[in-house]
């Protein structure tokens, strides 16, 4: 059986969305992430070009995806200097974020 | 470097959330996707015990993740009849569904 993971999906709406200058630069700010070591998995992303159904929001700009073994992990995250750092860093870059938080079943 | 995957996060809102029935039933039908080949890894998810901070959302039910090679991919997924026949036996039970294609960086 597959081991089941935590969740962490988060999407990001940029104040400037048609910067693309800004855009790189929350990428590279989630990139600082991977040094967290309860992260076990982190994926950045940006709209695929998948077909534009009325089910498929397309209005965000950024988005990040971390596995983490269980609760415990993803508060250590939460509370983790490097993470504290990149909301004191990036946070001007974004005027909305939403997460949803997944337990696999 | 880790290999780059096109990632469709979906989440659905049940008709009945109160209804563990209706959530083990979605999973269930959810499930079945796993005999579609293009889908490289799948996550069925239900809300996750973290806490309650005012950028989480709790108010969806189930939540399925799949990780597709490219967008060629994932429209054959789209048109499968495995998935066809999810969406025909499956989607009484949702009163809405959002999806977020995320092309990894």
């Given at each position: 059986m597959?081991?089941k993971?935590?969740l ?16 790189n630069k929350?990428?590279e ?28 929001d397309?209005?965000?700009?950024v988005s990040?995806l ?5 609760e415990?992990?993803q ?6 200097p ?5 909301v004191?860093n ?16």
């Open positions: 597959e081991k993971y935590l962490h999906h988060v999407f990001f709406w940029l104040n400037n969305p048609s910067s693309v200058e800004d855009r929350l990428i700010g989630l990139s600082t992430l991977k040094g967290i070591e309860v992260i076990k998995k982190l994926h950045i992303g940006v709209i695929a070009s998948t077909e534009k159904r009325e089910v498929v397309t209005s965000w700009d990040e971390m596995f983490f073994e269980n415990v992990d508060k250590v995250y939460q509370d983790h490097i993470h504290q750092d990149f004191k990036y946070a001007h870059l974004w005027r909305k974020v939403v997460v949803f938080d997944a337990q696999d079943v």
